[in-house]
Structures are given as structure tokens and as C-alpha cells.
């Protein structure tokens, strides 16, 4: 996490909002902004570092890279290859996913196939946004710029050669591209020649929008959805999980997926409190966490999932 704490009072100088209005809407009460010139490589790169060292792997033999973000620090390239040049990682390839808040649980399907495939033996995937350099923090946007954080997170990947069962038991990814505008920035467009035009700034349509009810009816549909066929798939029951990482998009959507899925509250990992709604970085940093805080111990089943704009959303199962 960058170090800059955004609490909901800060936030009330800003805009037409109240510390209390985001605690009951979503469970808010500080969140993370990098300062102006961090990018959104610079805090991957530091997750990533972190992730290394943690793993304790010799970087030399770290042979791909999968980075996921809806906010890359440029429109091209993406921060994949800005991670490798900043951890000098040579010329492995390097692969931007874009799946928004469900981008870490794609980025782990996509490299668990290439390992299990035998194509990569060790990979880094880290999941990274700054947000806040692009909210519209008036009134107009308030219903997003309270919601969203910056941070970044990092695991690294290797087959597991043992035959314990330990690792990822399955993926499963979703979408439904009808739903786009729901949750979407708008601008820039390739359809508009030429692309960046002053009238779109003043409309303000270079901000990310969301229709907030939709968003929230189907993130509490699908992510129950998609852990139930994740259990199905591996012939295993909900009282099987032992910890459960929502994407942390809002707390009343993890609480309605725990109540969906009939999964004690106290199995379920919630730290949108501090951290905000970090997309893509959401689930790394909250893994993190728990397992730093003895909340996930080794032989746990762990399931992930996710919801965000795409629509996209997925899940997957770990034994860690
Ligand atoms: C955004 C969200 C918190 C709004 O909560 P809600 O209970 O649906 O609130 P409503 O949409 O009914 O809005 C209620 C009112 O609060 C206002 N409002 C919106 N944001 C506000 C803010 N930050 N502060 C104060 N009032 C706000 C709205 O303008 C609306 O006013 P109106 O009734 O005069 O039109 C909620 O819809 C949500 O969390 N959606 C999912 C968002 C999400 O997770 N997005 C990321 C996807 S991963």
C-alpha cells in the first residue's frame, strides 16, 4: 500500500459526502492514494519485490510475468514489461491482463495453465492500481471516489512437484460483455478521431462511471455462483472452505456473498475497511494479510472470487 492514508473525512472536504453515509454504504473508512508521479509500476514493482523475498526465489529464475491492472501508467505498453525493466527480470515475456476486478483470478488461470503446461516453471503475477489519480472527486463522482484505493499485490507461482495436493485445484472464469457500460471509463475511445478531445474532459467523461445497483445485484449473484461450480467441479461442499477472499469490491457485497453461500462470517476475509476497493489488487493484498495474520494455515482450501466490469467475474480454488 502506498503510504498516504485517505480517510472518509478527508474525503468530506472534497465532495457533497459523510463519513457515515460511506461506513453504512460500504463499510469504507480509509483508503490508500499514492502521491502524484507514483505509477501504477511502481507499486507493482514493489509488491513484486516483496513477493520475491518472501519467497525467497533468486529473481534469475523467475521466467515470466503476469500483471493485471484496469489502471496501467500508460494506454500502452502495459506494466508487465515496466516491471520487469524495473526488477531487471531480461527479456522474459511479460503478459498484461484486463479483466478489471477480476483480473488477479484470471491472471492465476492463465498462469496456472502455462505451468501446468510446462511451458514456465516460476512465475511472478502481481496485481497493481493507482485510482485515485483518475477520480472525479465532485459530486458527480462520489458514488466511485469514495469506493477505490490504490495498492498493489504479489504472488509467485511454481509447480508443486510433491503430490501432496497442495495448490490451485481449478479456475473458473466468466463473462458477460453486455454489461460493459455498466462499469467502464468511457474515454479515451479508438471509435472517436481523434481520440482525446477537450469537450470529453469538460463532460467529464474521461472518469470511470458505474450504474452502483447493478454493479451490486450481480456482484452478489455471480461470485456465489461462480464458488459454487468450483466446488461442484472438485466434489466439494461449502463447509470444505476453510477461508473465503471476496473480492473486496464493497462490505455489503462480501457479506451477501458469505450469506449466499451459507459460509460463516468469521471464514470470510474483509479488509475493505482500510484498504478500499483496489480491483485487481484487491484479493493479492487481502491473501497477503491473512496470511501473514495466522488466518490461513497450510492444508487450508481457500477460495477466491471476484466480480467487476466487464462484466467479469470468477473464482478459484487453492489448497494452500
Ligand atoms: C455505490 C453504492 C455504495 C451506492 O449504494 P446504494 O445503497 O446503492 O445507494 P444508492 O445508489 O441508492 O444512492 C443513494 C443516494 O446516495 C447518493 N450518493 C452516492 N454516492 C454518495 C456519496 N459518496 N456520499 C453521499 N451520497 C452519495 C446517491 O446520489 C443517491 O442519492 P439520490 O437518492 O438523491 O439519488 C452501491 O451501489 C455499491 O456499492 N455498488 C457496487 C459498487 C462496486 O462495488 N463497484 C465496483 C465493482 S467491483
Redesign the pocket.
Known amino acids: 500500500m502506498p503510504p498516504k492514508v485517505v480517510t472518509n473525512q478527508d ?1 468530506e472536504k472534497l ?4 463519513d457515515d ?2 461506513r ?3 463499510g469504507i473508512v480509509t483508503r490508500h492514494h499514492v502521491e502524484p508521479g507514483i505509477g501504477t509500476s511502481d507499486l507493482a514493482a514493489e509488491a513484486a519485490r516483496r513477493a520475491i523475498e518472501d519467497a525467497k526465489v533468486d529473481p534469475a529464475t523467475i521466467d515470466f510475468i503476469v500483471a493485471a491492472t484496469l489502471s496501467p501508467d500508460y494506454y500502452f505498453p502495459g506494466i508487465g514489461v515496466l516491471v520487469q525493466a524495473k526488477l531487471g527480470l531480461g527479456h522474459i515475456g511479460a503478459l498484461d491482463i484486463r479483466d ?2 477480476s483480473g488477479f483470478i484470471y491472471a492465476l488461470a492463465v498462469s496456472d495453465q502455462f505451468i501446468r503446461t510446462g511451458t514456465y516453471r516460476r512465475i511472478l503475477l502481481v496485481a497493481a492500481e493507482v485510482q485515485s489519480s483518475n477520480l472525479d472527486f465532485s ?1 458527480q463522482g ?7 484505493g490504490d495498492g498493489a499485490g504479489a504472488v509467485i507461482l511454481e509447480p508443486n512437484d510433491s503430490g501432496n495436493g497442495r495448490g490451485i485445484l481449478s479456475t473458473h472464469l466468466y463473462a458477460d460483455g453486455n454489461f460493459a457500460s455498466h ?1 467502464w471509463m468511457e474515454k479515451p475511445s479508438s471509435r472517436d478521431n481523434p481520440t482525446f478531445r477537450p469537450e470529453f474532459f469538460d463532460q467529464g467523461r474521461f472518469f470511470p462511471r ?7 445485484v450481480n ?1 452478489c449473484q455471480r461470485m456465489p455462483e461462480a464458488v459454487k461450480a468450483s466446488l461442484e467441479q472438485n466434489g466439494l461442499t461449502v463447509e470444505d472452505i476453510d477461508v473465503l477472499i471476496p ?1 473486496q ?2 462490505d ?2 462480501s457479506l451477501m456473498v458469505a450469506k449466499g453461500l451459507k459460509i460463516p462470517e468469521h471464514k470470510v476475509i474483509r479488509n475493505i475497511d482500510r484498504i478500499g ?1 483496489t ?1 485487481a489488487a484487491s484479493i493479492p493484498i487481502a491473501l497477503d494479510e491473512a496470511v501473514r495474520e495466522g488466518r490461513i494455515k497450510s492444508g487450508h482450501l481457500v477460495a477466491m472470487t ?4 466487464g462484466y467479469t467475474w470468477a473464482s478459484a480454488l487453492v489448497r494452500w
Not at 462520489?142 to 477505490?148: E, G, I, K, N, Q
Not at 458505474?210 to 451490486?216: I, K, L, S, W
Request: net charge neutral; charged share 20%.
Open positions: 474525503l465532495m457533497e459526502t459523510s453515509w460511506i453504512q454504504r460500504s478489471q476486478c459530486d462520489r458514488d466511485m471516489a469514495v469506493l477505490f462499469l458505474m450504474d452502483g445497483r447493478n454493479v451490486f456482484a473480492h469490491a464493497n455489503r457485497i476497493n480491483t471476484a466480480f467487476g466490469s
